[in-house]
């Protein structure tokens, strides 16, 4: 990959002219939080940590302008892009109000367009969220919610320093469906400090019955520098053991598997295709997306670049009337081939033969002979590779051995 002093602000005022039928996202980065987890190492800032330095309506004016920004800049690489799916997320998105948000999809669709059918999803705490939030969002083309449960168990929810209560991330779910949201995720933690078979196995319970169509189920990564991390080194919590996360990935796979979920990608499972989330796989399979707000990262046609960080030297950049830009990189075919295959086979799609090359291949019939991937066909799909269930424990490795 290539890169320059002035490189990253010029990679953004001047992308290359992307395929007009690919899909283009945009995703939108809300740094504001109401406490901070203590696993969570996410872009986000708590009103202690800000200060006076920057507010929400400093964000929302300074994202307003960046939308702007990228919509002149893509204009001018080309036809600019109509945007097929749109993705609030970051810090607690409610804590900016539902019309906010909702303002700001009006921007995105009057500044850029929305393809009929768009995907429009914003991720909440469900502790911060209401029927009369369900309601604006809906009432405004939000159509997908994403809800933060992590876990059933109390004490599982103390270690991770998750504010709401069990039982409240249910009841937001009954909220949204009510409002009209055919699409609900859940997020759920596994393997934190001290949680048990069983503190999982009702966290799953629960999942199912609330009636979700989508399960987005991660294993807990201890991050350097979150007070979890600092937690654990001092000794008061145990660190993570890969046997016990694989053993409760297993166990999530099952469940949800018996209870009509199929899995599309190894950490994200779905009753249906309808309910993939449309903007995860763009980035999955190699899209392109503009990222606005603090830290946000974009990619469009192989160029890659990431934004200022803090809410106010970002929200400053934008008043002066720049790009917020603090890198950025152009990934050569050497990179764009890497990310393809990193990403490309933790799908259960897989891959087609042509995205290997001949040593790719060889390795990868190697991780066949050893049952960790198969020989796709079938629904479509040309010749390939996929993780098969074994290799779904063992993904990161897998790919790395396909790649060695």
Do not use: K
Request: hydrophobic share 35%; glycine share 12%; net charge negative.
């Amino acid at each position: 990959m290539t890169a320059g002093p002035h490189d990253p602000v010029r990679l953004a005022l001047s992308p290359p002219e992307r395929d007009a039928d690919a899909p283009f996202g945009i995703y939108l980065h809300v740094p504001f939080c109401a406490s901070r987890c203590g696993y969570c190492d996410f872009n986000t800032y708590t009103a202690g940590e800000l200060g006076s330095a920057t507010s929400p309506a400093d964000w929302e004016r300074a994202a307003t302008l960046e939308i702007e920004r990228a919509a002149a800049v893509l204009a001018g690489a080309g036809t600019p892009p109509t945007v097929d799916t749109v993705f609030v997320g970051g810090g607690t998105r409610s804590l900016v109000g539902a019309d906010v948000l909702v303002g700001m999809l009006d921007r995105i669709r009057s500044t850029f367009g929305l393809t009929p059918g768009a995907e429009v999803t914003t991720e909440s705490n469900p502790e911060s969220t209401s029927p009369e939030f369900f309601d604006r969002l809906r009432e405004g083309g939000y159509t997908r919610i994403s809800l933060g449960m992590q876990s059933t168990a109390a004490h599982v929810l103390r270690v991770l320093d998750r504010v709401h209560t069990p039982g409240r991330p249910q009841e937001a779910v009954a909220e949204a469906r009510r409002a009209g949201f055919e699409h609900v995720n859940l997020d759920v933690i596994y393997g934190t400090p001290g949680e048990t078979d069983d503190d999982l196995a009702r966290t799953l319970d629960a999942v199912v019955a609330s009636g979700v169509d989508h399960v987005s189920a991660y294993s807990l990564i201890v991050e350097d520098g979150t007070a979890l991390a600092r937690r654990i080194r001092r000794g008061e919590l145990p660190g993570t053991v890969e046997d016990v996360l694989a053993d409760r990935y297993e166990q999530v796979a099952a469940r949800l598997s018996r209870s009509g979920f199929h899995w599309y990608e190894v950490s994200n499972f779905a009753t249906g295709e309808s309910g993939y989330c449309r903007h995860n796989l763009g980035y999955w399979r190699g899209g392109d997306w503009w990222g606005i707000g603090p830290g946000a990262h974009s990619h469009v046609a192989g160029h890659r670049w990431w934004n200022l960080r803090h809410p106010a030297r970002y929200a400053a950049a934008c008043d002066a009337g720049d790009l917020p830009v603090e890198g950025g990189e152009t990934l050569d075919h050497a990179d764009r081939h890497l990310e393809r295959i990193m990403t490309g086979l933790r799908l259960a799609e897989g891959l087609p033969d042509e995205a290997f090359t001949t040593g790719e291949r060889t390795r990868a019939d190697l991780q066949v002979e050893a049952g960790l991937l198969r020989r796709r066909s079938g629904a479509g799909l040309g010749p390939g590779y996929a993780l098969t269930e074994a290799g779904r424990l063992l993904a990161d490795g897998v790919v790395r051995d396909v790649l060695l």
